[in-house]
């Protein structure tokens, strides 16, 4: 079963209150590609980068089960380059520097050899790259996973809600949701998104969790309470990619199996913040895994007599 | 199984993005008495009035199971009023006017017919008349909550300390937790606050649920995701009446009962929003709570194969 996963693989100089890390290696296909590759093979990614992009890395996700066919090398452009600074709070932060780098000529090109994949996971990126992907696939992906952002919104809407119309799970964080909907209540924005094409749609409140909307249901998902978040950079773009592996892996795209998923995407995504960059990614295990899965079970699991 | 319930019994003037109540019955003895009163009875209730709070209340609060022995009435003040205006995300309110009339005399007394009762709620109130009627109380209650407010760790924290030493239970929301503790981590400021008594702690973040802490132990209860906030005055009150009302009725206090009551507590709390003041909590049935409670079921359960 691969996926096949579009998004940015980049540098990052993020600072938070507890440190700086200078020129580590992010973006979100980066993310998404690590936190995926735990539960299924291969993931089929799509991207761009410059010279830069150190290959010590690109093994570590080819050893991973990455397929690296479809990500682009310019080898006269430095890689997309992102800088920014959280706040005490780490739920907010300021972007200091956004050097598109090669991704101003970004042109996805899908390879043959990634034809017929079953899932399609979107990462964040520009929506007419997003669209161009789905465009060349000659067969319908069984599920299209979307991330985006409010830059997105802010610039390019309309492109935006093209891509909206062609896929079935959409992921927003809550102030994203309300933008997008022009409506406050999270649950009527829910509802209005879904009208403009996702049959799914996921709002993700950071420390205060995630919504699961489909039709009249809801499911929510909590975020483990961690003594220290060290660097939230990744944190949703490991979300998805653990929401994406596990449907993947488990091949049921139910509403069911999604809250499932959900929970796999929360537990990836407590790890990530664990370690700057996607480095806490790279070290854990199934056991790892597992463990963390137990911890949201403990979390949320009540006893209750409803005559 | 009896409750005793201290608290006041007010009026309140609300504002909401919705409309205005003038002068509605409010306090969170109250709110308090509501909610538990549909788990287990007598309720019995210690508080102060004026001249002028409503027989009719009066008479409706002891239709429900609500004891008013240790109910003082002043004939000659005011009940003690309030009056706030909630902003338009209804997560944040201005007080517009505190009278605090018969609460400045206030001294509470425990009736000889209240001794021996098994559970205590303290609801919110100056902390050295919570501690007052711990003092009274001939036998220590099985279980003491106590909830508080940022007040009076403001004005009164030493105060608010020598409460804590005596109770077993404290509800406080999240800005109020990292007050307490002065520390930002929630995890962390939990475990500094059970270090000054309580044994359980639940912090309570509105629309973002609610978390129980117990030794090295978690768990989380979600807020019911609703299509509009009506009006908040009393959520809290409500929930700690839902909650304490659960214990009692089960007359189980272990953590894994404790799970199940914050999900009562977070059931009530959902229905006090639903209209103005104490309004929904006098209409709804064991019925609607039973459907409340399965909503929740479902807004948290999942599957998960853990080998």
Redesign the interface.
């Known amino acids: 079963m691969s996926v096949i996963c579009v998004g940015t693989m980049a540098f990052d100089t993020i600072e938070t209150p507890f440190g700086k890390a200078e020129r580590i290696v992010g973006g979100s296909g980066t993310y998404v590609a690590y936190a995926a590759g735990n539960f299924v093979k291969p993931i089929q990614q799509i991207s761009i980068v410059g010279y830069d992009f150190p290959q010590d890395e690109m093994n570590e996700l080819k050893k991973r089960g990455v397929e690296l066919d479809g990500v682009e090398i310019v080898k006269d452009k430095k890689s997309f380059f992102w800088s920014g600074k959280y706040h ?2 780490m739920n907010s932060r300021d972007t200091l520097v956004t050097d598109l780098n090669v991704l101003e000529d970004f042109n996805p090109k899908v390879p043959d050899s990634y034809q017929g994949a079953e899932f399609l996971m979107l990462g964040n990126l520009m929506p007419k790259l997003q669209l161009s992907v789905i465009n060349q696939l000659k067969k319908r992906p069984k599920l299209i996973v979307m991330d985006t952002m409010n830059f997105w919104m802010d610039i390019a809407m309309d492109d935006l809600k093209e891509v909206l119309k062609k896929v079935d799970v959409l992921l927003v964080n809550d102030a994203e949701a309300r933008q997008l909907s022009d409506e ?5 924005a829910a509802r209005l998104i879904m009208d403009m094409g996702p049959k799914f749609l996921i709002i993700k ?1 950071g420390e ?2 995630a ?1 699961l909307f489909h039709e009249e ?6 975020a483990l ?4 978040v060290f660097d939230p950079t990744g944190a949703g773009d490991t979300f998805a990619g653990g929401f994406i592996g596990h449907l993947a892996k488990t091949k049921d795209i139910s509403f ?1 199996n999604m ?2 998923a ?2 796999v995407g929360s537990a990836m995504a407590s790890f990530c913040v664990e370690k700057f960059g996607p480095e806490r990614l790279k070290e854990i295990t199934k056991e790892d895994i ?1 463990a963390r ?2 911890e949201f ?8 007599d ?2």
């Not at 406050?184 to 009527?188: A, E, G, I, R, T």
């Not at 309470?225 to 220290?228: A, S, T």
């Open positions: 005490m709070d406050l209540s999270l649950v009527k409140k205060h969790g919504l249901h809801v499911f929510f998902a909590p309470p961690l003594e220290e069911g809250k499932t959900i929970i597992d899965l137990s079970v403990q979390l949320v699991n009540f006893d209750i409803l005559v």
